[in-house]
């Protein structure tokens, strides 16, 4: 089986749709002798998907060319051509005019780039065999619309893994709906994602419920090191630890957590923070603030300061925090919880989108209102006074993610079978 996957950004770039399109491709072409290219942009972080100024992989580095088995094409993000020109390109393109998509649709997705148009010539003068099928991933960006013309070019079926955060406003745009009929199956995350899809009239057949997965010997058997030792001195490593893993932004509630801080640390001294994941400005201004209170009681590490998704810092961070935190709104799923389970973590996320669906709510983790400082402090600090509970539901998520349904392999073994049958 010839697959393409066509994912917007891919390892070294970091998110847990990247992951997802990582490991399944690996496992289907180690498992399942299935042929994968991947075709996606240079970027490294999202702010490069428009801004110039943003983090890209080197043309230079062929180390990223080739992963795992896996051949890799990065196409170079061109910034200069304006959005009327990109239309008119696409627009001109024989196979996107059977997609019977509008202009404004259009013009939808290539605003929140990657311009890598360049792609659909290289496909119809670069590749000389076809393909059986496409899977591609994530909303609201232009790729998305590259996979369906190829789709038509090739006239082979094409998948989306949307991952949809149809909770977040900014995918409340009619024209993101519109564009997900057109593919021949969508797979969802979650039921709470499948549902909400039905009702914006998607057909129910169209739609497959494939969770995120884990893989636990990877974590067990990481190299263990210090966190609290190497990080927060000898003095504070007796401290509980507070953990929030992820793009640091207003969507992933990684500023409501820090704005919490004040609150928790007027009812509890002696607590300490760690966020790992890409900054922004927004969180970056409102650190400022919240180190002021104290000296070095938060420790704050970029992707910079890692190494790809098994980072042994990452996942000591992991082992050794008390509470792991991410109240986002901006999840089709949220596999850090699944990491935090992995070290029998007591979770706390937020009851909106699809965390709800992950989270059993006070048997597996805790769930807050979306943004609400003063719930995020109330719940920290019960878990912190009842470590008993707080063990018993960390327990709990553990034995969630030993069900064979959340690890990698048998997600893979369900995507393969997806795939069979739209081939068949």
Not at 45 to 63: E, M, Q, T, V
Not at 64 to 75: E, M, S, V, W
Not at 221 to 245: A, H, L, Y
Request: charged content about 25%.
């Amino acid at each position: 089986m010839r697959v393409l996957h066509l994912p917007t950004r891919y390892f070294p770039a970091i998110s847990g749709a990247e992951l997802y399109f990582k490991r399944i491709s690996e496992i289907l072409i180690k498992n399942f002798g299935c042929e994968i290219d991947i075709l996606c942009s240079d970027a490294l972080d999202f702010s490069a998907l428009k801004n110039p100024k943003g983090k890209k992989i080197s043309r230079n580095n062929r180390d990223y060319n080739n992963i795992n088995g896996l051949k890799i094409k990065r196409f170079p993000i061109t910034y200069d051509l304006i959005i009327e020109k990109q239309i008119d390109i696409i627009e001109k393109n024989k196979y996107y005019q059977d997609l019977n998509i509008s202009r404004d649709v259009l013009k939808t997705f290539l605003n929140n780039g990657p311009n890598i148009c360049q792609v659909l010539d290289f496909c119809e003068n670069e590749i000389k065999y076809y393909y059986e099928l496409i899977h591609t991933t994530y909303f609201p960006y232009s790729n998305i619309v590259l996979s369906l013309i190829l789709g038509k070019m090739w006239s082979i079926p094409t998948i989306c893994t949307p991952f949809f955060h149809f909770k977040n406003p900014r995918y409340q745009n009619s024209n993101f709906i519109e564009l997900l009929k057109k593919f021949d199956l969508i797979i969802c995350c979650t039921y709470l994602e499948r549902k909400y899809l039905i009702e914006k009239r998607i057909k129910s057949d169209k739609i497959e419920v494939v969770p995120m997965g884990i893989d636990l010997k990877y974590y067990e058997k990481c190299k263990k090191i210090n966190f609290k030792r190497t990080f927060f001195g000898n003095n504070q490593q007796k401290f509980p630890m507070i953990f929030f893993c992820g793009n640091k932004n207003f969507e992933k509630g990684a500023i409501s957590l820090l704005k919490a801080i004040p609150l928790i640390l007027k009812k509890k001294k002696n607590i300490i923070f760690t966020f790992i994941g890409p900054s922004t400005e927004a969180f970056n201004r409102e650190l400022k603030k919240v180190k002021k209170l104290k000296n070095k009681f938060i420790v704050n590490l970029t992707p910079s300061n890692l190494k790809g998704y098994f980072d042994t810092k990452k996942i000591s961070a992991f082992r050794e925090c008390d509470i792991y935190v991410m109240p986002s709104r901006s999840d089709a799923f949220g596999i850090s919880f699944l990491e935090a389970w992995v070290f029998k973590k007591p979770v706390i996320g937020a009851n909106i989108g699809s965390t709800p669906e992950v989270i059993d709510n006070g048997k597996n983790g805790l769930l807050v209102e979306f943004d609400n400082t003063e719930e995020i402090c109330s719940k920290i600090l019960y878990l912190l006074k009842n470590k008993k509970y707080a063990r018993q539901i960390g327990k709990a998520g553990y034995q969630k993610i030993k069900d064979k349904k959340y690890l990698w392999s048998h997600v893979s073994e369900k995507i393969f079978k997806i795939y069979n049958k739209l081939i068949e």
